[in-house]
């Protein structure tokens, strides 16, 4: 037999709970956790498309397969590099309540 002595509660907050609560603030804008992870798989998704798109017509038209890196194609500014759609993308998720 067993007899534990002490606090059984916790006082300090982990990382999940301290996210637990910021998703729950009602000035958030609620998209529950499993929105908050499948958005970013589906603008992955679109950002990729969009940049293979653009590669292949720019092959086609223009000859040059290095055309999206170089920004010659207006879609490649706001898809090109993953990070950078992603980091845009969650601007919209943390703006004042609307």
């Known amino acids: 037999m067993t007899i ?8 300090e907050n982990d990382l999940f ?3 637990d609560d ?7 804008v609620f998209v ?5 992870l499948l958005f970013r798989c589906a603008y992955f998704t679109v950002g990729g ?4 798109t653009t590669f292949v017509t720019s092959w086609y038209t223009h000859g040059l397969a290095s ?10 500014a706001a898809v090109s590099t993953p990070a950078n759609s992603l980091a845009h993308s969650l601007l919209l998720l943390c703006g004042p309540k609307a």
Not at 4 to 11: E, M, P
Not at 49 to 52: D, H, L, M, N, R
Not at 67 to 76: D, H, K, V
């Open 4 to 11: 534990a002595l002490g606090k059984f509660t916790k006082y």
């Open 17 to 19: 709970d301290i996210m």
């Open 22 to 28: 910021w998703l729950r603030r009602d000035s958030f």
């Open 32 to 36: 529950s956790w499993s929105g908050l």
């Open 49 to 52: 498309w969009f940049t293979g």
């Open 67 to 76: 055309s999206y890196l170089e920004g010659c194609n207006f879609l490649t």
